[in-house]
């Protein structure tokens, strides 16, 4: 009976892995084709976007990389300008909210009192609080702190960041062994050598994944530094291309799907490079939160 039972089920299990298979191919195609259609309008005469921006390139409308060109140098300023401040803010962010959050969540998850439970608690509750909620007070705020610089808006992400970075942490730093951390005290560490040489190496997993999610985050934002930011002296690279824009709002088009190209391509490798760091780091953090 179990040798015409496994006869019959392999044949059913391989179709279903296929029609999973192809719906699955057919799904991702249909996430991708807004990246397609930027990819090959970035190459095509302005004038035919406009008419027909489905429509492929062809030896009228084909341009090459004139695009690409007129996109990096025209703006308030260069666009490599704007591409070092969005680096510059992307890993020093990142940076602050790995090193901070980290260490709030061992604090957290080893100091079992009440105070510590209610800085989780506003931690998790921050990440349910709409930013539409709070932007025009940290508008306001952001300026009158004079934080509406590349060099000092790292600390505004910082806020913003720790929710989900605390949450992370906290779950992963509770399936750590509590008798790592004393063998350590009992060899002469103290509690901040303890952190950097015993507890921050063993998070690298939630590490890897929290410093991935808040790299998409940071470089991709828009709102959050259009809002701080002195745009008339600073410009992140989604604040450049929506200053893409000549006289009476003439929008060049096939320079703003260049740069949206170049913007998107570099954290599209990063992402590929580091996708399955993201999950093992998620599952690690969820053993015991």
């Known amino acids: 009976m179990s040798q015409k039972h496994a ?13 999973v298979g192809i719906v699955l191919a057919l799904v991702s195609v249909f996430y991708m084709m807004p990246i397609i259609v930027v990819l090959y309008n970035s190459f095509k005469t302005n004038a035919s976007i406009n008419l ?35 680096l510059y803010i992307t890993i020093v962010s990142t940076a602050l909210i790995i090193v901070c959050t980290s260490m709030a969540a061992w604090y957290i998850a080893r100091v079992d009192d009440a105070f510590s439970k209610i800085v989780y608690y506003l931690c998790v509750f921050s990440m349910i609080v709409p930013f539409q909620m709070v932007m025009y007070t940290l508008s306001r705020t952001a300026n009158r702190l004079h934080l509406d610089t590349p060099w000092l808006i790292p600390i505004v992400y910082l806020g913003f960041g720790a929710g989900l970075a605390v949450f992370m942490f906290c779950g992963f730093v509770k399936s750590i062994p509590l008798d790592i951390e004393e063998a350590a005290a009992i060899d002469g560490c103290g509690p901040i050598r303890t952190f950097f040489s015993v507890v921050l190496p063993m998070m690298k997993p939630t590490l890897i994944s929290v410093g ?27 604040i450049h291309i929506e200053y893409l824009r000549g006289s009476y709002g003439h929008v060049d088009m096939g320079a703003t799907m260049a740069l949206i190209i170049l913007s998107i391509v570099p954290i ?17 953090g969820v053993v015991k939160g």
């Not at 084909?62 to 969005?86: D, E, I, L, R």
């Not at 990063?270 to 999950?279: A, D, G, N, S, V």
């Open 268 to 284: 599209i490798i990063f992402y590929l490079t580091c996708q399955k760091h993201i999950i093992a780091g998620i599952a690690a």
């Open 7 to 19: 006869v019959y089920v392999k044949p059913k299990q391989e179709t279903w892995k296929t029609v």
């Open 212 to 238: 991935v999610l808040e790299i998409m985050w940071v470089w991709n934002d828009y709102l959050l530094p259009y809002l701080v930011l002195d745009r008339k002296r600073f410009m992140t690279i989604p």
């Open 52 to 86: 027909s921006a489905f429509a492929l390139p062809n030896s009228e409308t084909f341009v090459g990389f004139s695009n690409f060109v007129n996109g990096v140098m025209s703006g308030q300023y260069p666009f490599y300008q704007s591409a070092g401040y969005s």
